[in-house]
């Protein structure tokens, strides 16, 4: 597979016996980097050419020596709009702003997500006072965390700010803790997990420890409470910042966190718990039970360093609580 200017990805000439497969098949082995379902998408929108013709049928039968062009528009910019949702608001002063972000909110607008994020709502509260390095997206944002992760995030007011914060990202000088509920009790209780982390050569969606390739990855863990063999209350801190660091890192000790759907290992039915109330609990609990607790960096302008903190969210702490008096 070739890519030329303009975004244009040009298929490997179609061989005799590739002959009459279907067109969307056949791209989809050719461009990995596109799920089926996006290529589909592309030719229905007349994105896909073979010579001079236009080919909009996903189910075309391909042709032995025909090259197919597929054109992958350049995304449209959504402009946030302000929406005045509620922010949790840790600190603030005309610089920045740390915000205790709920679990369920997406950071920034993305595809399926243009309202009722964290970007929408800063707009509102801070009106034209967010940096504007970050785009027509992401104005303000020098970092995110997971949709359905909690916890502390900063933003800049402006750019001075925003190049300050985004320079000590850059270097790994912010302090960054994390509290997880995940399965099992890791092994050794604590230590220091550096690995390469990169895209999974198998699930496009997933990220992965590789053997080669990705970037360095490294994770200070220690683990606070043991339930049994059921679960643990780890605490992560990072000394780099990819993405699903921790929820990579935890599945590679074999234990995943609660209610991580993407990370998940086997089916944890062979699990003891107390009950199987509580199992049914822990099974189902809905999204990864990780928290962004401690946030630490040098504030740019006032070259001060700041620390902050956030208790654990109602979901967690009750099910810290039904972990610990299960009997």
């Known amino acids: 597979m070739n890519m030329t200017e303009n975004n244009i990805f040009l298929s490997p000439q179609v061989e005799p016996n590739q002959q009459g497969q279907r067109l969307d098949r056949f791209l989809s082995e050719c461009f990995k980097q596109l799920s089926r379902s996006q290529i589909q998408r592309l030719i229905a929108a007349g994105n896909l050419s073979c010579d001079d013709s236009l080919i909009v049928d996903n189910a075309f039968k391909v042709r032995s020596g025909d090259i197919y062009q597929l054109e992958i528009p350049e995304p449209e910019e959504a402009n946030p709009v302000p929406e005045d949702i509620e922010l949790d608001i840790v600190y603030e002063d005309k610089d920045l702003i740390v915000v205790n972000k709920p679990a369920g909110m997406t950071v920034h607008p993305a595809p399926g997500a243009y309202s009722g ?3 929408n709502a800063l707009l509102f509260h801070c009106r034209d006072n967010l940096s504007g390095i970050g785009g027509v997206k992401r104005p303000g944002i020098v970092h995110r965390i997971d949709k359905d992760t909690s ?6 007011k402006n750019d001075i700010t925003h190049r300050g914060l985004c320079d000590q990202f850059f270097v790994h000088s912010i302090e960054r803790t994390y509290q997880a509920i995940v399965y099992g009790t890791p092994n050794p209780l604590q230590g220091k997990i550096e690995t390469n982390i990169g895209r999974s050569p198998y699930d496009r969606k997933k990220m992965a420890v590789l053997q080669s390739g990705g970037k360095v990855a490294i994770t ?8 049994g063999r059921a679960a643990s ?3 992560c801190k990072l000394e780099t910042g990819r993405t699903h660091q921790i929820r990579v890192h935890m599945s590679s000790l074999g234990c995943n966190l609660i209610g991580d759907k993407v990370y998940e290992k086997a089916k944890r039915t062979s699990i003891v718990f107390g009950s199987d109330e509580l199992k049914k609990e822990v099974l189902t609990f809905p999204r990864q039970a990780l928290h962004a607790k401690t946030l630490g960096f040098v504030h740019p302008v006032l070259g001060t360093y700041m620390q ?17 008096n299960q009997k």
């Open 220 to 227: 200070n863990y220690k683990t606070l409470e043991i339930f």
């Open 117 to 119: 994020t964290l970007v």
């Open 308 to 324: 902050f903190s956030s208790e654990l969210p109602d979901d967690m702490s009750m099910l810290l609580n039904r972990l610990r």
């Open 151 to 156: 916890g502390l995030i900063v933003a800049a």
């Open 233 to 235: 209350l780890v605490e």
